[in-house]
């Protein structure tokens, strides 16, 4: 029997001449697109919910710098999917998004306006016809590439299996705009540089992607400066001048040196309210210098901004300004090249209810942990932990997935994308106990999918953030607590290995199944205390708690004289 190629077929070829692995979820609209892939060979990972397969696809992108292709159906497949299509949207992860739609000829009565709620998560959707199912899909994944953004391939379901007719040509489209330094910019930006007697230079992932390494480090070297970066770009500089990462995640010992700088130049970081530690990483009066390839700053403390490409535009700014004959700021911190600053001082293992310390914990993975990892975050409190004390190979060697809209739950499926994307590394995924319930039903898709793997559930049996955030302003927590559940017992009904960690000595069923050669996955419920807060985040409601403070004792002060004048004689 001769296959007949249908329109689902000629989106597939798209796909597969682009991609190697997809990330999907089948129902109706969708059956045809992936039966087209996989009876090919194609590698297909199926996630147990929706919005896993996005997260899948986010993390794949993230950990190998490729496009990825994620699928999901019509109507509540698609709506399942928006969390993590928002988060891909906000962090702007290149990814083609194939998904069912309602059918060409008209809605059925259960059927939504699609473009219209992707269009409000600001991602754009392409919509296939007979005739030009590969133009548009070819479209959709330049898009992707060139500018950085998701992009959805709407299928309409009674077209996904018709018989595909003569396709309408492919168009080429325009390469992306080259954005060339201008010489005055550089010229301004070098006489700062030149001002400062503390420069500190932060790059993001814009640098990154740009390959501005060796740039910065030119510029560095000439200014004396010292360096940091975001947490997408961890490792970025691989000196010992250093301080490791920007902002909330920072180690106190490297924030204080931070916040002592004049000047800082931040490459292609978007200057979030975690880089900048809450808007109080950088000092009053200090010249806050921005060079992005967006077309304005994106924090209200830069002082001056330059659209410009990361690398080329510091090559120029590096040539512009002449070598420190001091040595520069590196001259006072001669101790960095010891070592990383805050890594000598010593947690206690427990906090004063018994519970773990999560600062003792962090440090110790860091030296149990296979050096060759990939270490995946979900949003949460504990988020902290792990980039302040665990070295990486790389900036794709830690990704956080879903703090770019400030969400949970992604972890699970975030984890299963990384791994497809590096199995020549062990896989960590550092989840709380909140965002691992939410991601349960991948906990199977984890468990079948990743080669070698580490889940650590930071369990502090509660939504910490809300503990830390809203509890200590008085509000009642029950609905904050969390009925202690032990992920490793329920990961072992799955097929995984793993252990409850109440004392670090615990570890030793961890280093066992290191020993034994670290197949499969090994999940560690790590009890950790409630009651010691991240840094960051005490930080944050240090002005919160004083406003509430202040609030309150005024009103007292206004009862008082009400009550007065109330008791005074007419």
């Avoid at 999907?24 to 969708?30: A, C, R, S």
């Avoid at 009876?39 to 490729?66: N, Q, V």
């Avoid at 005055?184 to 390959?211: C, F, H, K, Y």
């Avoid at 001082?345 to 060759?372: F, I, K, T, Y």
Wanted: overall charge negative; aromatic content about 6%.
């Amino acid at each position: 029997m001769t296959h007949r190629l249908t329109v689902s077929d000629v989106v597939a070829d798209v796909c597969a001449s682009h991609a190697d692995v997809i990330f999907g979820l089948m129902g109706n609209g969708n059956a045809f697109f992936i039966s087209s892939l996989t009876s090919r060979g194609m590698r297909y990972i199926s996630a147990r919910h929706e919005a896993g397969t996005i997260a899948m696809a986010d993390a794949y992108h993230r950990a190998s710098g490729k496009v990825a292709v994620a699928t999901v159906t019509y109507g509540a497949g698609f709506t399942n999917s928006l969390t993590a299509l928002t988060e891909a949207a906000k962090a702007r992860i290149p990814m083609v998004v194939v998904v069912g739609d309602a059918p060409a000829a008209g809605p059925r009565p259960w059927d939504i306006d699609q473009v219209m709620v992707a269009r409000g998560l600001g991602v754009q959707t392409l919509t296939v016809a007979a005739d030009n199912a590969a133009r548009t899909t070819e479209e959709a994944w330049t898009i992707a590439r060139q500018e950085r953004r998701p992009v959805v391939v709407a299928l309409p379901y009674d077209i996904s299996s018709l018989a595909a007719v003569e396709q309408q040509p492919v168009r080429a489209r325009p390469a992306g705009k080259v954005l060339h330094p201008d010489s005055l910019d550089v010229r301004r930006i070098a006489s700062l540089l030149n001002q400062a007697e503390r420069p500190l230079i932060i790059a993001g992932r814009g640098a990154v992607l740009s390959n501005a390494r060796a740039a910065l480090l030119e510029l560095g070297d000439r200014l004396g400066a010292l360096y940091a970066t975001s947490v997408m770009a961890r490792n970025f500089f691989g000196s010992p001048w250093d301080l490791g990462i920007a902002g909330g995640f920072a180690r106190p010992q490297a924030v204080d040196i931070m916040r002592q700088a004049d000047a800082v130049l931040v490459v292609g970081a978007g200057l979030n309210l975690f880089q900048t530690r809450y808007g109080s990483l950088f000092a009053p009066g200090t010249t806050v210098i921005q060079i992005d390839e967006q077309p304005a700053a994106t924090c209200d403390q830069v002082t001056d901004f330059v659209q410009a490409d990361a690398a080329a535009f510091a090559w120029q700014l590096a040539a512009a300004v002449p070598s420190a004959t001091d040595g520069g700021w590196r001259a006072k911190h001669p101790k960095l090249l010891a070592g990383p600053v805050g890594l000598d001082q010593v947690a206690a293992e427990s906090a004063p209810d018994g519970r773990l310390n999560p600062h003792a914990v962090a440090r110790l993975l860091d030296s149990v942990l296979p050096a060759e990892r990939t270490i995946v975050q979900d949003g949460g409190h504990f988020c902290g932990w792990m980039p302040m004390y665990c070295q990486v190979p790389d900036p794709q060697g830690l990704m956080m997935v879903g703090t770019a809209f400030q969400t949970i739950g992604l972890g699970l499926p975030a984890a299963v994308g990384a791994a497809a994307a590096r199995p020549d590394r062990t896989t960590v995924l550092i989840s709380g106990d909140g965002g691992a319930l939410m991601a349960l039903a991948d906990l199977e898709t984890a468990v079948r999918e990743i080669a070698s793997g580490v889940m650590v559930v930071f369990n502090d049996a509660a939504y910490g953030a809300e503990i830390h955030q809203y509890a200590v302003r008085g509000l009642d927590d029950a609905a904050m607590q969390i009925e202690e559940v032990d992920f490793s017992a329920v990961a072992r009904a799955m097929g995984a290995q793993g252990t409850k960690m109440r004392s670090l000595a615990d570890i030793a069923a961890l280093r066992e199944w290191q020993a034994a050669g670290a197949r499969g996955l090994f999940v560690l419920d790590v009890a950790i205390s409630q009651s010691v807060v991240a840094d960051y985040m005490r930080e944050s409601m240090e002005p919160v708690l004083a406003a509430d403070q202040a609030l309150a004792m005024q009103e007292s002060a206004s009862q008082e004289t009400a009550l007065a004048e109330a008791a005074a004689p007419a």
